[in-house]
């Protein structure tokens, strides 16, 4: 049985403030009273109730507050964290160019990508 407790509300609502993704022991560091093996269970309790997806930034897991809109998918960047999500339309079309290969996203599937920002500074150089 899962439960809803201080402990996953302070890590939900950090999650949700940063506006992007967060590794578990920067969210440790953040609440400072919740441990990060806390933080480890908490973020896999609710990357399987589909409220935080996790990507990779380089070698780290970066979780990210997705919420309820699983209608769509969502990026995280590579360079700075941030969470981007991806029109509907366009996520349609990701999904239907992988099932032409016999691919299927997973639930809760996050793309690595550099957002618009990323992008833009990475081709100025």
Do not use: F, N
Request: glycine share 12%; charged share 25%; proline share 1%.
């Amino acid at each position: 049985m899962e439960y809803d407790t201080r402990q996953k509300k302070e890590v939900i609502d950090m999650l949700r403030a940063s506006g992007g993704g967060l590794g578990a022991r920067e969210l440790a560091s953040r609440l400072g009273d919740v441990g990060l093996s806390s933080v480890y269970r908490i973020l896999s309790q609710a990357c399987r109730e589909g409220l935080v997806a996790v990507s990779m930034r380089g070698r780290e897991r970066i979780w990210s507050y997705v919420g309820s809109c699983s209608h769509h998918l969502h990026g995280c960047c590579s360079s700075c964290g941030a969470l981007v999500h991806i029109d509907e339309a366009v996520s349609g079309r990701i999904a239907a160019l992988l099932e032409t290969e016999g691919l299927r996203l997973s639930e809760g599937a996050m793309i690595s990508l550099l957002c618009p920002e990323c992008s833009r500074k990475e081709a100025g150089k």
